[in-house]
Structure formats: structure tokens, C-alpha cells
């Protein structure tokens, strides 16, 4: 075989068949690229920019009493149609929210309890170690009531996205009056041009003076979109504040053992590096 | 400085404070009455500024506004929208995308715009301009919220 292909006629051949391959599917793929239109920017969806959030440095804890109006907000508004599967009511002691305000708040729920004597099933009232009530009872339900659009569970929704909390901010506050004039929405969709193809099936849903904040903050879009992100990022990341505090202290350990390890190379090793050598030769 | 307040807190033992128990909390109400009223003050302030700010050519449009209703809340990301939009850095955007829907409406009221093989939008031009908006605007937005 070998001896077969050393021939110069077969070796021709061979490149010839190789050359005519490499340009016909080179050509081929460029043909495919005049007429494809993939990726178009609306297709990647508008790059949301860079806002300066309060946690963003990396020795910054969250804004504790932005998270407390973002709940707010979740509870008034996002909680019609999203879940939050991932937080219980006692995640928000501490964090937003007093003790006794997270029972109360439990405590206007009814919970499954177990079933009675007869096997009759009950209710309860909530409990701190309950968790946030889902608006719909499975997925069907969900898309029933949604044009078929499934809203997302929202518990680690800003680390699902690409451009996290700026891109749920924008997304929420990026709503235009009406969709740049050509394009073509299917029905019940919504323009929004953060989300990846332009077209979602949420409408705006925040505006201004939508909810009365407690501490009487003005209940601006921007200002609710702010609070709402700044809150489903502390349910994605409910360590955040102690990740960051643990990671000054291994700065602090760490540099100081470097500091004492230094020290202590040095003191052993001075009287290997003070020490003089003297050759004395010996006298004839 | 939360740097500092950082490394004070982790040389300092910290105490958290309890609930108010139910006899203080008559003073603490008093004691948010009296922030809440520092904040409305400070907030007609801002208020008093931004409309300083767009002085002029709607100064019309603002007095209309304002016999409607007295404290009606501007959204700051609104009011940083507009102004940006008027900057000469995005004055060719807006011209481009203005230009861009007048150039598809009129495609669109053409009789065979249905059966036309490709149809132009204005999703570009739109994203240009909102990108030059955008990059306006963040910078200065989250000091005009709380």
C-alpha cells in the first residue's frame, strides 16, 4: 500500500482529492454565511451596563435595609407568579426581618398539617421553619395561567443569569414605551431588549408608587428594582456577608503568618548568614 | 472606611441588639418621626434640584405637571434617561433611530411589505442608542437611590 501512494501519479491524486475537498467546504460554509442570519444583537439581548451596588467591593456586605424593601416588593408583587423555593421564613431573621415580624408574617399562611384521626387532611398555620409559599401548585398551573411562559423560580435567579444583578435590574426597568418599529412580537409577549430575543412573556410589572415602603423611602421604579435585585441576590447568596468577613480574617491570618514566617527564617538562619569563614593559612 | 469599620468589628467582640421591647418602642416610633421628616426634607430638596436641572426648553411641560399634582414622584432613572438622551454624545444615536422608524414606517404602509422577503427593524439603532443611554446613566443612578 505504501508503495502504492509513493508513486507520483497516486501522490497527485491524493493532493488533488484533498485540495478540492478544503475549498468546496470552505466555500460551502461561506455561502451558509452570507444568508444565515444567526446571532443578531437582538438575539444576544442588550448588554446591561455596570450600576454601582453597595455589595459590589470586596470587602462589602449587603445593604440590609434595601434587601428588607426588597422583600417587600417580592411579597407585593413578584410573589403573584414567581416562587422562592430556596428561602423559609426563618432565613429572613436577622437578615430583614425581626423574629416575631417573620412569624407574623408565617402566621397568616395555612400550611398542609398532618392528617387527623381519620385521615382527613388538615391545616396549620405557618411556622418560622416553613417555606415561602409557591403562587401556583405545580408547573401546569404556572403556564396555564402564563400564556405558557413558566416564570422562573426566583431563589437563584441573579446567579442564573449572565450579568446577574445588573441584568435583573435592567430587565425590570428596561420595559420601552413600545418595541422599535419592524419588530414583531408573538401574542401576549412583551419588547424588552435586555431579554435574550427581545420578547417575554412578563409585562412590566413595576411602576412608580406600586408599593408604600415602611421607612418611607419614594417607591420610584428604579429605586424598587434596586431593592427587589439587591434581595433576590441575598436569596442566592445568603452567606455573601459572612463569605466576605471570612475572607478578610484568612487575609489577616494568612499575611501574618507570612509575616511571622519571614521572622522566623531570618532568626534561624542569622548565625548561618553572620558567621565569618577564616582561612588562616598555615605559616611555612 | 467599611474596610476599616470591617477590621474594628473583627478585633472588637460585636454586640447585636435585641428587639425593642414593647415600652421603648414608643420612643423609638418618635425617633423614626423625626428621620422621616430630615428625609422629606432632604428628598424636596433633591426634587428642587433636579428640576433646576432641566431648565428651559420643557419648562412648560414641568408647570403642567405640577398643577396635576403637587408631590408627583419623577423616577430619577426617567429624568437621567432624558438628560442623557440630550447629550451630544448620543444626539447622532437618537437621529439614527428616529430616522431608522421613519425610514420602516414607511416601508410598512407599502402594499407588498407582507410578502417582502426581508423586513427591516429598528432593533440596532434602538440598542445603540440605549447602550449610549445606559453608559450615561449608570455611572450616576445609584446616587440618586437609596
Redesign the interface.
Known amino acids: 500500500m505504501f508503495r502504492a501512494v509513493s508513486t507520483p501519479l497516486a501522490q497527485k491524486f491524493i493532493t488533488g482529492a484533498v485540495a478540492t475537498t478544503g475549498l468546496g467546504a470552505s466555500y460551502l460554509l461561506y455561502q451558509d454565511s452570507i444568508t444565515a442570519n444567526a446571532m443578531t444583537a437582538a438575539e444576544h439581548g442588550l448588554h446591561p451596563p455596570a450600576y454601582g451596588w453597595s455589595h459590589n467591593g470586596m470587602f462589602e456586605t449587603f445593604d440590609h435595609a434595601s434587601i428588607r424593601r426588597g422583600f417587600q416588593v417580592y411579597r407585593d408583587v413578584c410573589a403573584a407568579c414567581h416562587s422562592l423555593d430556596r428561602i423559609a421564613w426563618r432565613n429572613l431573621v436577622g437578615v430583614s426581618h425581626t423574629a416575631s415580624e417573620a412569624k407574623a408574617f408565617c402566621e397568616e399562611l395555612e400550611y398542609d398539617d398532618e392528617p387527623d384521626d381519620e385521615g382527613a387532611p388538615r391545616k396549620r398555620p405557618g411556622k418560622l421553619a416553613d417555606y415561602l409559599p409557591s403562587p401556583y401548585e405545580n408547573e401546569q398551573a404556572a403556564r396555564a395561567a402564563n400564556q405558557g411562559a413558566l416564570p422562573p423560580d426566583l431563589s437563584l435567579i441573579v446567579k442564573a443569569r449572565h450579568g446577574a444583578c445588573d441584568y435583573i435590574f435592567s430587565l425590570l426597568t428596561g420595559y420601552p414605551d413600545e418595541p422599535p418599529a419592524g419588530v414583531v412580537l408573538p401574542p401576549g409577549s412583551n419588547y424588552n431588549p435586555y431579554f435574550p430575543g427581545g420578547s417575554i412573556a412578563m409585562g412590566r410589572v413595576l411602576f412608580d408608587e406600586l408599593v408604600e415602603y415602611e421607612d418611607g423611602t419614594p417607591a420610584t421604579t428604579s429605586q424598587m428594582a434596586k431593592d427587589v435585585t439587591t434581595f433576590l441576590n441575598w436569596a442566592a447568596e445568603p452567606e455573601h456577608d459572612d463569605r466576605k468577613k471570612w475572607g478578610l480574617k484568612a487575609l489577616i491570618v494568612t499575611s501574618s503568618l507570612y509575616l511571622v514566617a519571614i521572622w522566623v527564617k531570618r532568626f534561624k538562619w542569622q548565625p548561618i548568614k553572620n558567621r565569618k569563614i577564616r582561612f588562616d593559612p598555615p605559616k611555612k | 472606611m467599611?474596610?476599616l469599620r470591617?477590621?474594628i468589628d473583627?478585633a472588637l467582640p460585636v454586640a447585636?441588639a435585641e428587639?425593642p421591647e414593647n415600652e421603648d418602642e414608643v420612643e423609638e416610633s418618635a425617633k423614626v418621626e423625626e428621620e422621616?421628616e430630615a428625609?422629606?426634607e432632604d428628598?424636596e430638596e433633591a426634587v428642587e434640584d433636579a428640576e433646576g436641572d432641566d431648565e428651559g426648553d420643557d419648562e412648560d411641560e414641568d408647570d403642567e405637571d405640577d398643577e396635576d399634582d403637587e408631590d408627583e414622584?419623577?423616577?430619577?432613572?426617567d429624568t437621567l434617561r432624558d438628560e442623557c438622551q440630550e447629550t451630544s454624545a448620543c444626539k447622532p444615536y437618537v437621529h439614527h433611530?428616529h430616522e431608522?422608524?421613519e425610514r420602516?414606517?414607511k416601508e410598512?404602509e407599502e402594499e407588498d411589505y407582507e410578502s417582502k422577503h426581508y423586513?427591516?427593524?429598528?432593533?440596532?439603532?434602538?440598542?445603540h442608542l440605549?447602550?449610549c443611554i445606559?453608559?450615561c446613566?449608570?455611572?450616576k443612578?445609584?446616587?440618586k437611590?437609596?
Open positions: 467599611s474596610f470591617d477590621l473583627f447585636y428587639e422621616e428625609e422629606a428628598q414622584l419623577k423616577d430619577p432613572l433611530f431608522c422608524i420602516v414606517t410598512m423586513k427591516e427593524d429598528c432593533v440596532e439603532e434602538f440598542f440605549q447602550h445606559n453608559d446613566v449608570a455611572p443612578l445609584f446616587h437611590l437609596k
